[in-house]
């Protein structure tokens, strides 16, 4: 489908995004932070709703701030929201871009028509990150040179360097990377990222969960090293009404991985 790009300005800062589809509109964050906007576009829902690319403030064309937390990246998606002019979006927030979403659900009830809550949790921190990194280093059986790569892309400072750690780096975050690879490797080859500096204040909601109360979908692969299943049961469990779908075949990228699979649970939101 034909893709347009939109500029606004924020405080002064630039915020870039791309519109493409048709139907009810669809703000789609991914995640990182850091990560390029282009490995989450879904054509399969650009058939269902217009769906919203921002380029993170931080990233891409959009601009650059001098420090970076949730409350930046919320209210940089507030003013998407307002561009676009309608009363109500859905929002889809990937990893990372979970978070963001799940604050903004939180801060801005009355302008959110529903959520697909994608690979994502309510809650970061000590027992997040070494569960994650459980998760790498028992990769290394699958691929030995895997943990050295996701080391160098997480304490990466330079552009260049953590987008060439990411592309060596994400067979973990694949199902069956090697099984695939030939399928997955356009998806690889277009990895690229920007050394935003992560807010060091874990991220948790846990006890507001309960207030989001409008219709929501919990998508979550069952080999997710980062963001799987336990985590995604942790939303089901606080969501109220919530619909959790686990892609068995897929890991952090089931847009990719169970193209089908997952836009049909992000199109029941609209049934």
């Known amino acids: 489908m034909t893709i347009t790009t939109h500029r606004i300005s924020v405080g002064g800062v630039p915020q ?16 990182g932070p850091g990560i390029d906007w282009a490995y989450l576009r879904m054509p399969l829902l ?32 507030d003013a998407v929201v307002a561009a676009l002019g309608v009363p109500r979006v859905f929002l889809l927030g990937h990893s990372h871009g979970g978070f963001v979403v799940q604050q903004y659900a939180l ?27 459980a998760g790498v280093i028992a990769y290394g059986a699958v691929d030995p040179a895997i943990p050295a790569a996701f080391e160098r892309a997480v304490t ?9 750690a990411l592309r060596e780096a994400v067979p973990v975050y694949f199902a069956d990377f090697p099984g695939r690879r030939a399928e997955f490797a356009q998806f690889v080859a277009g990895v690229r990222a920007w050394a935003v500096p992560q807010d060091a204040k874990p991220f948790d909601v846990r006890a507001r969960l309960g207030e989001i109360t409008v219709p929501t979908v919990i998508i979550v692969g069952e080999h997710d090293f980062i963001c799987g299943p336990a985590w995604a049961a942790m939303l089901h469990a606080g969501i109220p009404g919530s619909r959790l779908v686990t892609l068995t075949s897929s890991g952090h990228f089931g847009h990719v991985e169970q193209p089908a699979e997952f836009a049909a649970a992000v199109t029941a939101l609209l049934g």
């Open 16 to 31: 870039v995004y791309h519109v493409a589809g048709t139907g009810p509109i669809c703000v789609a964050h991914s995640g």
């Open 46 to 77: 650009e058939r269902h709703f217009t769906m919203v690319y921002p380029e993170p403030v931080g990233t891409g064309d959009s601009g650059r701030l001098d420090g970076y937390d949730l409350a930046g990246y919320v209210e940089f998606v």
């Open 107 to 133: 801060d801005h009830p009355e302008r959110v028509a529903g959520l697909a809550l994608y690979d994502t949790s309510p809650v970061t921190g000590p027992e997040f990150w070494d569960a994650a990194m």
């Open 156 to 164: 990466a400072t330079d552009d260049a360097v953590l987008s060439a």
